[in-house]
């Protein structure tokens, strides 16, 4: 009887925290002048701007889910977060867990996100030599370093590698074992990174994965608790954009068929059309000038949901069409991806050019608007900048963190 009144004891002082936190948000936001009504008749959740930024208000009702409860949350992030990154040691090893040397080296491609996660963490003012104050520990081994040391290479080598380190930091560290790795993460943007918790359990159910191929399908991928992280190649900052009304074609892709029975219907079915420049493989020309003279670009699933095609049609100044069913789209808890692109399935393939022309001068002008807004989240800079790739994945973490701390 006793142990139900003290269940029934937390679950009122537990109630009493969550009205008091709600309405602590509820004041700090109408004091901002950030929200009218909360909630609609139909039970839905809506926001009502009465805020004195109207640049802000734009962005809330169109790019962002809601903009004023994401700012504030990143402004608190930027003051608070903090991460603890173990040591690198000194071993044979060393080169999987240093940051990259050049991570602008084109030879890098796919796997620049990685790279770049590191280097910015480590000089930003998130990360911290006192584990004391850290929300978070990362473990800094590269998956795209792995694959190419000569003593590990294989998938199975990098699980038995990535097994081994776990259990080395369970042993010389106290952190890891006081949650099961609940508060721990890793970071991946090589494709056989999907694997390299397959050795370790309690890597794969508590640990964050921060990983480009963020695949609902995949089994060792969990939504809810794990960061899709935006795949970027190095381009040019100052790229000049070209206006909608000088674009000429339709719709433009670039890319191999053979890891994909998508990718070999869309070349099958539109390669020959005149209003579309779809080409397989290496295509003539550049890439560059095709992204630039088009309406709209194509983010085809691969041998991966991932490619940095997304983040190649912003910079550049086209919309994006996504044909990649499962994919965990970045930053998606955050943006609204439909404001500033196109999501397709599989089976509208065969309609494309009919759905992309269908799309109105006005609808196409707010896509190409909006898309600009949002180009600054898919750039990595040498020094983190407000709102780019890293900022915006560190909030992702921020988002993921729990609450209570457990004690050094």
């Known amino acids: 009887m006793w142990k139900w009144k003290q269940l029934g004891i937390v679950l009122l002082v537990t109630a009493m925290a969550l009205v008091a936190v709600n309405h602590g948000l509820n004041t700090r936001l109408q004091q901002q002048g950030c929200f009218g009504e909360i909630f609609s008749r139909d039970g839905q959740r809506h926001f009502s701007s009465r805020t004195s930024r109207p640049q802000r208000q734009d962005h809330s009702s169109k790019v962002y889910h809601n903009w004023e409860l994401f700012s504030l949350d990143y402004e608190e992030m930027v003051k608070s977060f903090k991460v603890y990154v ?26 620049f996100s990685e790279h770049m996660f590191k280097i910015n963490l480590l000089n930003s003012t998130f990360a911290t030599r006192d584990p004391g104050e850290a929300h978070l520990f990362f473990m800094p081994f590269s998956i795209n370093a792995m694959r190419n ?21 369970s042993q ?12 721990h993460f890793y970071v991946g943007c090589h494709s056989v990174g999907r694997n390299a918790a397959s050795n370790s359990r309690a890597l794969q159910q508590n640990a964050i994965q921060v990983t480009c191929s963020a695949n609902y399908y995949q089994k060792l991928y969990v939504p809810h608790k794990d960061v899709a992280l935006p795949q970027v190649w190095p381009r040019p900052l100052d790229t000049f954009i070209v206006p909608p009304e000088k674009r000429t074609k339709l719709a433009f892709f670039s890319g191999r068929a053979q890891n994909s029975h998508l990718r070999e219907t869309l070349l099958k079915l539109w390669s020959n059309d005149s209003d579309m420049d779809i080409f397989a493989g290496t295509m003539q020309g550049s890439y560059e ?41 970045p930053l998606s808890n955050v943006l609204n991806w439909r404001s500033f ?23 196409y002008a707010r896509l190409w608007s909006n898309g600009r807004r949002v180009k600054r ?12 790739s890293f900022q915006m994945t560190m909030y992702e973490l921020w988002s993921k963190r729990h609450f209570v701390r457990a004690p050094l």
């Open 377 to 388: 989240h898919f750039g990595w800079h040498h020094s983190p900048r407000e709102y780019d």
């Open 86 to 111: 173990y040591p690198f040691g000194n071993s044979d090893y060393s080169q999987v867990f240093l940051p990259h040397p050049d991570p602008y080296d084109r030879k890098l491609g796919n796997f």
């Open 172 to 183: 010389r560290y106290k952190f890891w074992n006081r949650t099961e790795g609940v508060d």
């Open 149 to 169: 040391h000569p003593r590990i290479r294989s998938e199975a080598m990098i699980s038995s590698f990535v097994e081994s380190y776990v259990e080395e930091i």
């Open 341 to 363: 692109s196109i999501v397709l399935s599989y089976t509208q393939i065969p309609a494309l050019k009919a759905k992309l022309q269908s799309v109105t001068h006005d609808e």
């Open 289 to 329: 000038d095709a992204l630039s003279r088009s309406k709209f670009c194509l983010h085809v699933k691969g041998y991966e949901v991932n490619t940095a095609r997304i983040s190649d049609a912003l910079h550049f100044g086209c919309v994006p069409v996504i044909i990649s069913n499962q994919y965990d789209l």
